[in-house]
């Protein structure tokens, strides 16, 4: 018998002692007293916001607009650094917010700049990833959620024999991807190549967006299909003059 086994199965002196130890040891703690531990807790919560302070406006923010082609005013970042890999465009308005950790990856083969364009004012979250073969643009007050992926090449051809060749999709499967305004994006949504997401819609968690959402619609499921038709904003009646 092994020396783990023998500590934690014989019922020898020894090997009961070494359990009774190890459980004192596990649930050992020590008194908390408010006054102390709430001190405490503030100390932390100052160091670690002035840690991540830092690194978010002298790290991680100069470095993703490094990256960047264009960006406008008051673009935020998390406190990840992002990973973006191959080479295109990254076109921002203002307001921009790329939070949390998002990967980017361009793939130069199918156009000269691919790029990545997101509008004023729009939200992006934590785990997204784009692949970009031409283009993906975002419009303007979006917020899409986390672990969001869009890409618009699936990497691969349909046909069999080019797949296990390891050739390339075929240029005419690389289709650009375009999201209208105040469109809402929810956790874990799938949106694949030639999608076009009409104004003011909402794609519900977890959907797999094949096909051209319409202005104005809530769509959900795997395929995702339409289940609601919101209003659209009505047009300010003019005052008489």
Same mark, same amino acid.
């Given at each position: ?54 690194? *978010? ?34 076109? /921002?308005?203002? %307001? ?14 199918? #156009?000269? *700049? ?45 046909? #069999?024999?080019?797949?296990?060749? @390891?050739?390339?999709?075929? &240029? %005419? ?16 949504? /799938?949106?694949?190549? @030639?999608?076009?997401? @009409? ?5 519900? #968690?977890?959907?797999?967006? /094949?096909?051209?959402? #319409? ?5 959900? @499921? ?6 609601? &038709? ?12």
């Amino acid at each position: 018998m092994s020396l783990y086994g023998f500590l934690a199965l014989s019922n020898h002196p020894v090997a009961r002692f070494a359990r009774r130890g190890r459980r004192a040891l596990t649930h050992f703690s020590i008194p908390a007293p408010r006054v102390v531990v709430r001190s405490m807790l503030g100390v932390y919560l100052l160091l670690r916001e002035g840690h991540y302070f830092l690194a *978010r406006v002298f790290v991680c923010e100069p470095l993703f607009k490094a990256y960047c082609t264009r960006y406008g005013q008051r673009l935020t970042t998390g406190v990840f650094v992002h990973w973006i890999q191959g080479k295109g465009d990254i076109l /921002l308005g203002n %307001d921009v917010s790329f939070d949390g950790k998002i990967s980017i990856r361009f793939a130069m083969r199918f #156009a000269d *700049r691919p790029a990545l364009v997101v509008g004023d004012r729009t939200g992006i979250s934590h785990a997204c990833s784009f692949t970009i073969g031409k283009r993906i643009t975002i419009g303007s007050d979006c917020r899409i959620a986390g672990d969001v992926h869009m890409f618009d090449s699936s990497g691969h051809p349909s046909d #069999a024999v080019k797949r296990a060749a @390891g050739a390339p999709p075929e &240029t %005419d499967d690389v289709k650009p991807i375009v999201i209208h305004d105040h469109v809402w994006i929810g956790r874990r949504v /799938l949106i694949f190549p @030639g999608v076009t997401i @009409g104004q003011g819609s909402i794609i519900s #968690a977890g959907s797999v967006v /094949l096909a051209d959402v #319409a202005p104005y619609t809530v769509v959900a @499921g795997n395929p995702a299909r339409k289940i609601a &038709t919101l209003s659209s904003p009505q047009p300010p009646i003019p005052t008489p003059t």
